[in-house]
């Protein structure tokens, strides 16, 4: 669904080239290597992640990755080189627009089915890149702590992080916590500058995308339909559709819920009566089926996206925390401006 690669988009591209991706990047007064070997000047370093102080005396060598929108932030900074190979299922989205697509080529598939421990034990990880239900749940005995046993880092994903209150997620924003990782990313790897050429980048992409939302008057209400019948399954405030939504001038209608994904009742949505409904497009459960389902499911005969069939669809790695974010923005506020006219 993101259109074509726009201008920062390219920016973005050509910096990548310039710095090389995943290449060594040596330092001209020591003539040791940098992001690549691990071995760069500014070690040890710190980040914060989801609230705990991590420091690193080197950059992980042999990372493993869950899902797609986390494999393609390593992709994004060129990082490819560390690791030892990524978990997801096949379903990637649209491929034509992302610069870094040439990272599925460099990168082992290590599994379409679940991330579990014996498989990044068998991979020799370092580090998994995961989140609380991005691949990190205590039901299934695959946590930061199990992996810290057996002597494996571990780095949450930021859209991930439990916020206090059970295990509802989410503890900044949803773009913000994209910033954040590809910063402590770039600190952890090496690659500052190449975190720093991204975000500004994504911020110009995004910035386009709100002054043009901004010249078309009112915003329409907007629902993010993941799945779910008897109950649908959307973003709150702390995933990624709703910097999505709101950015791209539409109202999140589901803006008051104070997590990341979370399920709802079907009567909320029919009062706040939303006026599109952008569909997360992944799993057996293809898009089409769920356009048909909300089109012919009688509750929602009379809110205004159904009557009017205005119904936008998303891919899955769009809407969750991805480098594709900023894109989809541009992509949605293009279908809001249309849908408004």
Known sequence: MPNPLRPAALVLAAALALTGCGADITSEA???????????????????????????????????????????????????????????????????????????????????ERINKELVLDARADLVFAGWNYGFNEGEGFTPADLERVGIDSYLLSESCRNGQGKARGVMPPLEALYTDLRNLGKIFDVEDRADTLITSFREEVADARAKAAEGGDRLRVFLYDDGKDKPLTSGAYAGPHDIITKAGGDHIMKDLKDSWTTVGWETVVDRDPEVIVIN???????????????????????????????????????????????AISSLAEDLRKFAR
């Open 281 to 327: 497009n992944y799993g057996d459960t293809g898009a089409d089926e769920k356009r048909r389902f909300l089109k012919s499911y009688k509750p929602l005969a009379g809110v205004s996206a159904i009557v009017h069939d205005r119904i936008v669809v998303l891919d899955y790695v769009d809407l969750v925390e991805s480098p594709r974010n900023p894109a």
């Open 30 to 112: 020591d003539g040791r290597t940098g992001a690549a070997s691990g071995a760069g000047r500014h070690y040890p370093v710190t980040v914060e992640n989801c609230g705990e102080k991590k420091t690193y005396d080197r950059a992980p060598q042999r990372v493993v990755t869950n899902d797609t929108g986390i494999t393609e932030i390593m992709f994004a900074l060129g990082l490819e080189d560390h690791m030892a190979g990524y978990v997801m299922p096949d379903d990637k989205g649209d491929m034509t627009s992302v610069p870094w697509k040439d990272g599925y080529k460099k990168t082992k598939w290590l599994s379409k």
